[in-house]
């Protein structure tokens, strides 16, 4: 009943995927020359032992493998079949030497040519298949509404069987759905090589069998499919035409299903009838005490000659800067659609609440008085921190939950399109949050000319809000695989908002200290603010029976604090200053990141 299934799965998938032979590009000819691959030894800083010495996890591998084969990597746990896959997908970022090509190019060098499917599926799960596969094909292809990027598209969702999930979200789709879609997102840019790992973990067998079944008819379509596999079933297994066995780092054999069956036979090591010949050869290297097989190690590298030629590889790899913003940007405001009622919440509890509060306890209050000098002060910092903390703090994990996402699109992209992508987003919040701050926080509160100073507020605050976000989006990006930014970030925040005068007489700081002024958007923020303010008192009452001094005008009071008189200029330079050194040190952190290579 099974195999039944399984070939009625595998006619299916043949004849529908026929199609996909038309895309199928020369022959190709991948050839791997004493690839070794090693951890690096870790040293710990305070002693000079090394307190981690190198493994070598592979072990001068060669192998040829051409178009048509479909090959499937066995080996026991830890041989090393991930790495091996990773390594000729030209991501592998563990040291390593050896060469790898593709028809004679360096498979480092080419773009598009060698496309992998990871283990496990990473996607944007708010997003609908159709929206995904329209993002890569812009990333990848370039204009979906060009027609051959359109008939693509088009094909591949038809023949991958996702046209009745088009519009599903990604988050709805099951394990065999999603690997799928995978397929479909690594087939866009039309690989000569396509490298699985374990495509069918995970899947009952229906989906299993339709997973390899597709896998196949594109080996048949003139590519090489690689596909590291786990306990494949015997139906399953006998699909790959092409073997090849791994233990502790080393290629044991690569060649043909009879050849191997002929190769184990020579070592008089004969798999039973009925019995699984993947679970028996993994069973075999594993009991292999004498080390029969490790003595016939596959050594057959590789004089053949390297027909073929690649096609796409010369063609750009990526879509323009702007245009990546672009598309990051369509993806994101896409999620922000379908989490609309997040953000209102977001909205609702970040600032409607808060500024109620601040409003209802500063009811009334004027700097006009002695005593309304002190409130009317405490509320401006309330204003300026409020909008400062509660932006910064929302844009310090706006990349975390997309790490790993990122990590495995990184070459689909640039990290600094990416980068400002994620900070364009944040800046429409910059705007709303101080608009809704200033409107409900300065409703009660006795303001002179009402309307113009909450205005200019409003903008003060939207500029102090850029800058708290770039501030938030730094340390976030700075810290984001260690996870401690939000224990570093409140380390940071204390001398940043000392610096804003509402706690001590900036005129009074120490001379050392006085730099740290010009990188606090606290600062910049609340003499904004204040000079707005206090600008426009020009009498203060003083009682005559006052044994305090007495601040009798605004610019006392500005004055006192140690607030700037050319204030437009020096605060929107000042905030401009502090968003582009928090912006490069983020960038330098998503960098970082990058250079960490994909996730798998
Ligand atoms: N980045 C790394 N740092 C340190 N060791 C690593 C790293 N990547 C792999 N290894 C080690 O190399 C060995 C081979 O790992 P690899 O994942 O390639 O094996 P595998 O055959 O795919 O295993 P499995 O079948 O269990 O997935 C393992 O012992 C693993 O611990």
Known sequence: MYREITFQVYLHVYFILQPIGKYAKNNAFLKVNNLKVWTPEEKSWWRRKPSKASVVILDNVSVCMRTGEFVAVIGPSGAGKTTFLMSMAGKCTLPNSGVITLNGKNIKDLCGSVEIVPQFDVFMDSLTVEEHLIFMTEMKLGSVNKPSNKARLTSLIQELKLNMLKNSLISSLSGGERRLLSLATSLLSNPQILICDEPTTGLDSYNAALVVGVLKTLSTSGKIVICSVHQPSSDLFKEFNSISLMAEGKLLFHGSQEDCKDFFERLNLRCPQNYNPAEFYIKAVFMDLSNKIYGLENKSVVSEDETGSTSQQELACQRNWFKQVQLLLWRSSLVFKRNIKGCFFQLLFNTVISSLIISTCYVGISGTTQEGVQDLRGFLWLLCSEVSFSVSYCALYAFESDLTLFKREVGTYKASSFYVGRFLCLVPRCITWPIAYVVIATLAVDLPNHFITAVKFTLSLICTAVASTAYGLGMGALFLSSGIMGDIMPCADLPLFLMSGA??????????????????????????????????????????????????????????????????????????????????????????????????
């Open 503 to 600: 706690f001590l007489r900036i005129s009074s700081l120490p001379l050392w200290l006085y730099p740290l002024k010009y990188f606090s958007h606290f600062y910049y923020g609340m003499d904004a603010i204040s000079n707005v303010y206090w600008r426009q008192i020009d009498w203060i009452e003083c009682s005559s029976n006052s044994t305090s001094i007495c601040l009798n005008n605004g610019d006392s009071v500005l004055l006192e604090n140690g607030y700037s008189k050319n204030f437009i200029f020096e605060d929107s330079l000042g905030l401009l200053f502090v968003t582009i050194v928090w912006s490069l040190l983020g960038f330098y952190g998503l960098k970082r990141e990058e250079n960490k290579g994909y996730a798998y």
